[in-house]
């Protein structure tokens, strides 16, 4: 069975940075495209970060310069470093996972909580 | 980018009816375009990946359709664990971007 769990959630102040971490159990990190989509109550998901099974990266342009997605396939973990973060980035952060034969998000771990005060 | 649009952003509904959501592209987009379900403190779903195509254990209650800007989500028969908010999502150069919701509640 695949699980994806979260961790590195918390609060910090704006310009701070958290380290957000993913573990993996049931696929390699290596196999599928892995990404980070977050999500504010009351509104819709939102595509942060993906790392694509050959390696390619991307991220959405309000996190541009300040995100930096990685794996570690060893570990079998994915990470989301975060740097000079705002009120803007509060939000659950869900790892995900998809693959180019469905190019969604098919599995979801249960969300980790980052908050940044305005 | 290419930004999504959803309507009805509520639908108010019955078991047994049938619910149709639309979800518009601000732009023409292939068929990567997919649906998800949610729940209260829950995390998305996947329900259907390219356009039409059932994510494994999905009940057949549920199909999409469309092309270019305009797809739909159709619950054949709405049942009582349909009552959920619903997201469409669409990929296309290497973004991702989900609709605002669609909710379905109770009559």
């Known amino acids: 069975e695949v699980e994806l769990v979260e961790s590195g959630g918390g609060l910090v102040q704006p310009g701070g940075f958290l380290r957000l971490s993913c573990a993996v159990s049931g696929i390699r990190v290596s196999d599928k495209h892995m990404n980070w989509v977050r999500q504010t109550p009351g509104k819709g998901p939102e595509w942060v970060s993906t790392i694509f099974s050959g390696g390619g990266i991307h991220y959405t342009d309000s996190v541009k310069g300040r995100f930096t997605i990685s794996r570690h396939t060893s570990q079998n973990m994915v990470y989301l470093q975060m740097n000079n973060l705002r009120p803007e980035d509060t939000a659950v952060y869900y790892c995900t996972t998809c693959d180019s034969g469905r190019l969604a998000f098919d599995l979801w771990g249960q969300g980790t909580v980052v908050t940044v005060p305005s | 980018d290419t930004q999504m649009t959803q309507s009805p952003s509520t639908v108010s509904a019955s078991v047994g009816d049938r619910v149709v959501i639309t979800c518009r592209a601000t732009?023409?987009?292939?068929?990567?375009l997919a649906w998800y379900q949610q729940k209260p403190g829950r995390a998305p779903k996947l329900l259907i990946y390219?356009?039409?195509t059932l994510q494994t254990g999905v009940p057949s209650r549920f199909s999409g359709s469309g092309s270019g800007t305009e797809f739909t989500l159709t619950i054949s028969s709405l049942q009582p664990d349909d009552f959920a908010t619903y997201y469409c999502?669409?990929?296309?150069?290497?973004?991702?971007?989900f609709g605002p919701g669609t909710k379905v509640d109770f009559k």
């Open positions: 999502q669409q990929y296309s150069g290497y973004v991702f971007t």
């Open positions: 732009q023409s987009i292939s068929n990567w």
């Open positions: 390219r356009t039409s």
